[in-house]
């Protein structure tokens, strides 16, 4: 029971946080309040040492002394040890039990001392107490247990033994004493009162801040991730970006970034759905984190159907593309789906840091330019940014500047080439090929403008020129002889541009039906819906259409049936060395059945030899068009040469240079 009582009284409290906060306060006041005692007790050792025996003004105080200069120490050191709940607990519990004993030891010597001496001395035992007193329970002001236990201990005591003595002077320092004491009681309750209350309060801020800071990762990681395929997001690739030029800006260490774009991915939006769409986004993001380390390299989706890629230590251009192709390889195996399998491939552009750029913006630039340059030139392989792409962004940008400056109707013109029926040995059409001269940059390939053309936006004002010049020139020609002219994705993509060709077509009286526009695979599959919803137009209006350089393109044979074309114009890379090479025979016979199958009209382009020209013959192609035949002319040589050719008799086998 009494026990009970006692381990009430000194017990601490149960609020760890709270404790944790007194013992902190605790540690810095008991080392001064040990110095107050210490010094107070030598003091009185001193004024009583010729009055009282040696072992109340010597041996005592020579013990204390070195007791709390320990405990000192020890109260002090302890600030730096990480302490858990329970131990921070039995510190207070000790401060509060050495308080009982420590102020019992001191109160009693103080009493005994009282005994020895005059008047003076006698009142300074009176004085000691009370000071000292104040001046420990003001330094354990944070434990409020201390507090009444001193009070228990020391002033009671004090109080009782000076009321006892005879003198009222003494019984007045008793009444002084136990009213300061009880009065700093009071305010010590006081303090102790706020001082739970702040550090509650304290708590729960720092709680609130926890969960602030929490929910504040959390958004910030909901922010940086692509929430379909959980992958890192456009803005945490670009900030990783430039944390890691920060990093590497003054070791000017290299690293490799990569843009990965997946061909084909559209057509299996629009065949399988969306659904079918989103889950073959995150079986590639899947795919990339199972092949790749994901120390070495970051993987991010940038959006759509495109993902960036950031290699650390990339090793020599021959490994990142060699990585690069790995990929690649990865990504053609084909993606089973609940709505079936599809196909798609990666097209990858690269650029290492610092060579292609030192910039964020610049280095995706120069990535994205390598990755377009791939996709152009080379679907589903790796591009790397070179010094020549360099050299071509320069060009390009200045080509584009002259575009815009120049007096096109002026310095547009369109050359012709015959593609000859080397059956009825007479021209079947003619392919307009754009011409420009300007007075500064000289002649410009077509390849070259009509892509900077492209670029700014500008194309579809030189379409409409170029399409006019050729309409124009055409009028003065044969019935039988039609127009072929290219077009690119953008005249075919935009409504605009298309019913302005359409116009001009109804314009100029000419036959539609002698017309066939030749556009390229890629431009088709660049936009597949709306290019064949554009080239269904053109087909209504009774013109034709090409699909020019074809078999260079990515799109896989499976398209071939559902667009909507007339004729296959093979790309004239199979006929280069055709003759010195089987695999190109094969590939050309294989064209050619296909044509059959498909009910396709079929041209061949770049034939330059005879040789070239009688392996196509035997193999049953019979538009033919090349510089064996005829190189692209002017205006008057070709409306020459086809004035020389309706005079011709018409013959049932032809040779290129007796009809050229
Ligand atoms: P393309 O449509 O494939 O045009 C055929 C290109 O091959 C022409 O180059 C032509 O001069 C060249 N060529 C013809 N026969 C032979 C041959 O036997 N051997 C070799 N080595 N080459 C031959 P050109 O005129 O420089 O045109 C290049 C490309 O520019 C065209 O390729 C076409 O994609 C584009 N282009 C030309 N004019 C226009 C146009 O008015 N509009 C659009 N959108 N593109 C055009
Ligand atoms: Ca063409
Ligand atoms: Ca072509």
Same mark, same amino acid.
């Given at each position: 029971?009494?026990? +009970?009582?006692?381990?009430?009284? @000194?017990?601490?409290?149960?609020?760890?946080?709270?404790?944790?906060?007194?013992?902190?306060?605790?540690?810095?006041?008991?080392?001064?309040?040990?110095?107050?005692?210490?010094?107070?007790?030598?003091?009185?050792?001193?004024?009583?040492?010729?009055?009282?025996?040696?072992?109340?003004?010597?041996?005592?105080?020579?013990?204390?002394?070195?007791?709390?200069?320990?405990?000192?120490?020890?109260?002090?050191? +302890?600030?730096?040890?990480?302490?858990?709940?329970?131990?921070?607990?039995?510190?207070?519990?000790?401060?509060?039990?050495?308080?009982?004993?420590?102020?019992?030891?001191?109160? #009693?010597?103080?009493?005994?001392?009282?005994?020895?001496?005059?008047?003076?001395?006698?009142?300074?035992?009176?004085?000691?107490?009370?000071?000292?007193?104040?001046?420990?329970?003001?330094?354990?002001?944070?434990?409020?247990?201390?507090?009444?236990?001193?009070?228990?201990?020391?002033?009671?005591?004090?109080?009782?033994?000076?009321?006892?003595?005879?003198?009222?002077?003494?019984?007045?320092?008793?009444?002084?004493?136990?009213? @300061?004491?009880?009065?700093?009681?009071?305010?010590?309750?006081?303090?102790?009162?706020?001082?739970?209350?702040?550090?509650?309060?304290?708590?729960?801020?720092?709680?609130?801040?926890?969960?602030?800071?929490?929910?504040?990762?959390?958004?910030?990681?909901?922010?940086?991730?692509?929430?379909?395929?959980?992958?890192? $997001?456009?803005?945490?690739?670009?900030?990783?970006?430039?944390?890691?030029?920060?990093?590497?800006?003054?070791?000017?260490?290299?690293?490799?970034?990569?843009?990965?774009?997946?061909?084909?991915?559209?057509?299996?939006?629009?065949?399988?759905?969306?659904?079918?769409?989103?889950?073959?986004?995150?079986?590639?993001?899947?795919?990339?984190?199972?092949?790749?380390?994901?120390?070495?390299?970051?993987?991010?989706?940038?959006?759509?159907?495109?993902? #960036?890629?950031?290699? $650390?230590?990339?090793?020599?251009?021959?490994?990142?593309?060699?990585?690069?192709?790995?990929?690649?390889?990865?990504?053609?195996?084909?993606?089973?789906?609940?709505?079936?399998?599809?196909?798609?491939?990666?097209?990858?552009?690269?650029?290492?840091?610092?060579?292609?750029? &030192?910039?964020?913006?610049?280095?995706? *630039?120069?990535?994205?330019?390598?990755?377009?340059?791939?996709?152009?030139?080379?679907?589903?392989?790796?591009?790397?940014?070179?010094?020549?792409?360099?050299?071509?962004?320069? *060009?390009?940008?200045?080509?584009?500047?002259?575009?815009?400056?120049?007096?096109?109707?002026?310095?547009?013109?369109?050359?012709?080439?015959?593609?000859?029926?080397?059956?009825?040995?007479?021209?079947?059409?003619?392919?307009?090929?754009?011409?420009?001269?300007?007075?500064?940059?000289?002649?410009?390939?077509?390849?070259?403008?009509?892509?900077?053309?492209?670029?700014?936006?500008?194309?579809?004002?030189?379409?409409?020129?170029?399409?006019?010049?050729?309409?124009?020139?055409?009028?003065?020609?044969?019935?039988?002889?039609?127009?072929?002219? $290219?077009?690119?994705?953008? &005249?075919?993509?935009?409504?605009?541009?298309?019913?302005?060709?359409?116009?001009?077509?109804?314009?100029?009286?000419?036959?539609?039906?002698?017309?066939?526009?030749?556009?390229?695979?890629?431009?088709?599959?660049?936009?597949?819906?709306?290019?064949?919803?554009?080239?269904?137009?053109?087909?209504?209006?009774?013109?034709?259409?090409?699909?020019?350089?074809? #078999?260079?393109?990515?799109? +896989?044979?499976?398209?071939?049936?559902?667009?909507?074309?007339?004729?296959?114009? @093979?790309?004239?890379?199979?006929?280069?060395?055709?003759?010195?090479?089987?695999?190109?025979?094969?590939?050309?016979?294989?064209?050619?059945?296909?044509?059959?199958?498909?009910?396709? *009209?079929?041209?061949?382009?770049?034939?330059?030899?005879?040789?070239?020209?009688?392996?196509?013959?035997?193999? #049953?192609?019979?538009?033919?068009?090349?510089?064996?035949? +005829?190189?692209?002319?002017?205006?008057? *040589?070709?409306?020459?040469?086809? @004035?020389?050719?309706?005079?011709?008799?018409?013959?049932?086998?032809?040779?290129?240079?007796?009809?050229?």
């Amino acid at each position: 029971m009494l026990q +009970s009582v006692l381990s009430s009284f @000194v017990e601490p409290g149960d609020k760890p946080a709270l404790n944790r906060a007194r013992y902190e306060a605790l540690s810095k006041q008991i080392p001064v309040m040990y110095a107050i005692v210490i010094i107070d007790m030598l003091a009185m050792s001193y004024t009583h040492f010729s009055y009282a025996p040696v072992y109340l003004t010597l041996y005592l105080p020579a013990i204390l002394t070195p007791v709390t200069i320990y405990r000192s120490i020890k109260i002090y050191r +302890s600030r730096f040890e990480t302490l858990n709940d329970a131990q921070v607990r039995r510190r207070l519990l000790t401060i509060n039990i050495l308080a009982a004993i420590l102020g019992a030891i001191c109160v #009693g010597w103080a009493l005994a001392l009282f005994n020895y001496g005059d008047a003076y001395t006698k009142s300074h035992t009176a004085f000691f107490i009370c000071l000292t007193t104040l001046g420990v329970i003001a330094c354990l002001m944070h434990l409020r247990q201390a507090g009444i236990i001193l009070f228990a201990t020391v002033v009671c005591p004090t109080v009782i033994f000076l009321a006892a003595t005879d003198q009222s002077v003494f019984h007045a320092i008793a009444l002084n004493i136990l009213l @300061v004491s009880a009065a700093i009681l009071f305010i010590m309750f006081r303090y102790n009162n706020d001082f739970t209350d702040m550090i509650e309060k304290q708590q729960i801020l720092e709680q609130q801040s926890k969960i602030l800071k929490i929910l504040s990762t959390e958004n910030l990681r909901l922010a940086n991730l692509d929430s379909l395929t959980t992958i890192p $997001n456009r803005r945490r690739f670009f900030s990783e970006l430039s944390d890691r030029i920060e990093e590497r800006k003054t070791s000017q260490e290299t690293f490799a970034v990569g843009i990965l774009d997946l061909d084909g991915f559209k057509q299996v939006n629009d065949v399988f759905g969306h659904p079918a769409g989103d889950q073959l986004l995150i079986d590639t993001s899947v795919r990339l984190r199972e092949l790749l380390d994901k120390d070495e390299v970051f993987i991010a989706r940038l959006g759509g159907d495109e993902f #960036g890629l950031i290699l $650390n230590n990339p090793g020599s251009e021959r490994e990142v593309i060699a990585l690069g192709n790995q990929i690649c390889d990865e990504l053609l195996e084909p993606f089973e789906m609940k709505e079936g399998s599809a196909q798609v491939a990666g097209t990858i552009g690269f650029a290492f840091f610092p060579d292609a750029g &030192d910039t964020p913006s610049v280095l995706f *630039e120069r990535a994205d330019y390598a990755l377009c340059y791939s996709k152009q030139n080379c679907k589903g392989t790796v591009g790397m940014f070179t010094e020549e792409h360099e050299t071509l962004i320069r *060009e390009v940008s200045s080509i584009a500047h002259r575009l815009r400056e120049a007096d096109l109707s002026e310095e547009l013109s369109v050359y012709f080439q015959p593609i000859i029926n080397t059956v009825e040995n007479r021209t079947f059409s003619c392919e307009a090929l754009a011409r420009w001269h300007n007075p500064i940059l000289g002649n410009i390939p077509p390849n070259v403008f009509i892509r900077s053309a492209e670029q700014s936006g500008m194309v579809s004002r030189l379409t409409a020129i170029l399409f006019k010049k050729s309409l124009d020139a055409a009028a003065e020609w044969p019935e039988h002889v039609g127009l072929s002219f $290219n077009l690119s994705t953008y &005249d075919l993509c935009s409504p605009e541009s298309l019913l302005n060709l359409l116009n001009t077509i109804e314009k100029s009286n000419f036959k539609p039906e002698r017309i066939t526009f030749e556009i390229t695979e890629t431009a088709v599959m660049q936009d597949f819906m709306r290019a064949t919803h554009g080239l269904k137009l053109i087909r209504q209006l009774g013109a034709k259409v090409a699909l020019d350089d074809f #078999g260079t393109g990515y799109s +896989s044979l499976s398209y071939l049936p559902r667009m909507p074309i007339d004729r296959l114009k @093979v790309d004239r890379s199979f006929i280069e060395d055709i003759e010195s090479s089987q695999a190109k025979q094969d590939i050309m016979c294989t064209i050619a059945q296909l044509c059959d199958n498909l009910n396709l *009209e079929s041209t061949v382009e770049g034939v330059e030899n005879e040789t070239q020209y009688k392996i196509l013959d035997a193999m #049953g192609y019979h538009l033919i068009q090349g510089y064996y035949f +005829s190189k692209p002319l002017q205006q008057d *040589e070709l409306a020459e040469r086809l @004035v020389a050719e309706c005079e011709m008799p018409a013959k049932k086998s032809a040779s290129g240079r007796s009809a050229a």
